[in-house]
């Protein structure tokens, strides 16, 4: 442009002499100096022109040979290649470059040009880590894609151009060959070697009859971390760390990775197994490097070349899936048959027993409530003729002067003794009656401290319940129709609890399901890859379906209760003795509420098994804190009917568990602070619940707590040294204290990742030990466990064995990277279908069920027994 116009400038002042200038001057002269201004402009722009172009030379190339050039500024050289390609075969092609030059400021740039594809880089090669590092690479090698052609053969063209604006003379070696085994064979594995700047990539394509594959690459080596990615037939393809991630499926990976591919998903019956070496080791739980001192130092990347093997196998076809869910099925039906045989064979037992009442001469002494003597810890009180027990204890005495002073037992006790020893009369058969007809009335009028057959004076209240021998009797005086609304809530409010729960636990794995299918990012949900088949949108349908026992046996353990109580209100309606005197209190409340937490566990685990990983993981364990919870209820409940924790209370409780669950899986990943905080609450919270069981309840958490605390030091160990009054109790919460507290340390000082699961074990520590307690206790009192509930016991012991077997296999954790994860995954075990995993799901739904049934027929035995002779621990 400067020289046209300058062209243009003198032109015009040579014009302008011409026309201008006086006659003495030719027309000739003009014409010949704007000539030779003309030539000379057009020689220095033509001049300008040739030292500034660079010499292009193009040279026909064959594969496989290696050509070592040079490349400045001034020349390009371009590389011509042919090869014929089939319709019916793909053959792979790759470029291989190498930066000979020690060092040079301007790099070398390669564009491959392809009928319908172009693929350029540079060498070296710059690749971004974290924190904007930079690592240079000089050696590359791409594989170029080979897009599909109509023809049965044809023969392509492509171009190979080198480039560089660097001044001076830069080497360089390049070689073009074809791939071996660039189509992968269905089970046939294939070796090869990768690093960052020299990634590769396989065609499969999907042989007939097969639907749906599984690509699994292993390497023997954890580092360095790769990524392995799926993607379809197209150009260009994504094979770089930092573009990998754009289109198809992927995952990152150190020795193990297995994608699962359907064909629907791939309209070209194909696709691309892509295998990336990552520039840095984060990602798969590697150590990460120091920071770049400058922000422009380019960091040397070493040896990040990595062996991998890579094997295409057929998945499980449709027969697979319905045997799997048939096996499903088959084993929980299973159990309905078994529960109806049972319950078959036990109505026709209590038929023959029924006949056997009218016969009193052939009841034996257990049928009458007079055959349980008490054993050895008991045999130094007595009971009087009321059900008592009188002991020397001054306690005791004043229980004595108080219920000649109250007479507390009243009507109700006198009735009592009169079926007690068979003397039943007219105007009793008529008050019974009338007892059948008020249990029948509704509830909803019915409060807790309106009916209250214990009088509404503390002191009396202390009497009783700081007994040092406790019955049944004692803390069973409330009105029947009170408990049972009060044990009702327990079921309606975990109703409640898990309709608003569950809806947006649905919701929330539903999207990530989404999430995962549109971006294709398989690290965001920690299956066993192994082992997860997929089924419509799911990705692991099988340990979805693995959780339908809990479901079904949930709602089995539902009906067995339905009948036991519609077994138990005809018995009252009929004024049987037993029913109303006899046995452990029948409330049903709290086996409703276990039922249907059994079914929300299966439920809740399916959907974190959605998309397994550790934001998630409350789904599957806010419902078993409830179940370990409810348990301990229902067991403190059987002697204990009258003072049981309240539904509003317990689930407080249990919300407040869930509640530093959350914090603890958010904040408590080695935060200090936050152990120390949760371990004082779980101490203090232990002594608090050790102080309301010891007492019974009876004891107040005011401004004079400290007053009295050292009151009882003062006279207890100070003034005189006696032991506690309640050896039994205190035996059961010492132990619970130190294994609490044991707990509570262990947690201090290790500081455990996985929380959720920390707070589980000390719900599960806490059950155990209260059920050996129970059943130590039972037996030592002279009570027997029936045969029904025997082989409960044994069965659920030995099921809860092998399920904790399968549970420790660990096939997957979110406490470590996907990476580090997908190296537990392992092949199924069952069928083809299930893992070991899904082992444990089916032997735990069994394992709770039976624990359920434990705690339903532990006590059947004292059914005949009167409450006044079943002791209280």
Sequence with gaps: MFLASSFSLNKGDTMAKCWKSKPRLSPSLCSTSFLTRFLTVLLFTLHWVSSESSDVV????????????????????????????????????RVSVELLSASTKSPILFVIRQKQAVLSFQVPLILRGLYQRKYQYTQVGRTLCQPPTLAVAETQFFYVDVSTLSTSTVHYRLQVSRVESFTLQTDTKFTFNATPSQPQFFKYVFPDGVDTVIVKVNSEKNFPCSVMSIQDIQCPVYDLDNNVAFIGMYQTMTKKGAITVQRKDFPSNSFYVVVVVKTEDEACGGPLKYYPLLPDELLDAGNRSKTLDVVVYPAIDSEVYVMGMLFCLGIFLSFYVLTFLVACIENKRMNRKREGFLKPGDMSPAETGKGLTPASPYEYGSFADNGSTISSEPVTDSLASAEGNYGYMGHEAFKRRLISSHHVAIHFDRSLDTVGRCRQESLSSVEEDDYDTLADVDSDKNIVRTKKYLCVSDLARKDKRVLNKKYQIYFWNIATIAVFYALPVIQLVITYQTVVNVTGNQDICYYNFLCAHPLGALSSFNNILSNLGYVMLGLLFLLIILQRDIIHNRALMRNDINALECGIPKHFGLFYAMGTALMMEGLLSACY???????????????????????????????????????????????????????????????????????????????????????????????????????????????????????????????????????????????????????????????????????????RSGERIKCLALVCVLFTAVVWGFALFFFFQGLSTWQKTPAESREHNRDCILLSFFDDHDIWHFLSSIAMFGSFLVLLTMDDDLDTVQRDKIYVF
């Design 58 to 93: 193009q040279k026909d190339a064959q594969f496989g040979v290696p050509y070592q050039d040079t490349v400045t500024s001034h020349n390009q050289t371009i590389y011509s290649f042919n090869h014929t390609v089939s319709r019916n075969k793909t053959e792979g092609v």
């Design 609 to 779: 098994h959605v998309c397994p990983n550790y934001t998630n993981f409350q789904f599957d364990t806010s419902f078993m804190y409830m179940i370990a919870g409810l348990c301990m209820l229902k067991l403190y409940q059987k002697r204990h009917p009258d003072i049981n924790a309240s539904a509003y209370t317990a689930y407080a409780c249990l919300a407040a568990v869930i509640f530093f669950s959350v914090l603890g899986v958010v904040f408590g990943k080695g935060n200090t602070a936050f152990w120390i905080v949760f371990s004082v609450i779980h101490i203090l919270a232990t002594m608090l619940l050790s102080t309301q069981l010891y007492y019974m309840g009876r004891w107040r958490l005011d401004s004079g707590i400290l007053r009295r605390m050292l009151y009882l030091i003062y006279t207890d160990c100070i003034r005189q040294c006696s032991g506690p009054m309640y050896i039994d109790r205190m035996v059961l919460l010492v132990m619970g204290n130190i294994v609490n507290w044991s707990l509570a340390a262990y947690g201090l000082i290790k500081r455990p990742n996985d929380f959720a699961s920390y707070l589980l074990a000390i719900a599960i520590c806490n059950l155990l030990l209260y059920f050996a307690f129970y059943i130590i206790m039972k037996l």
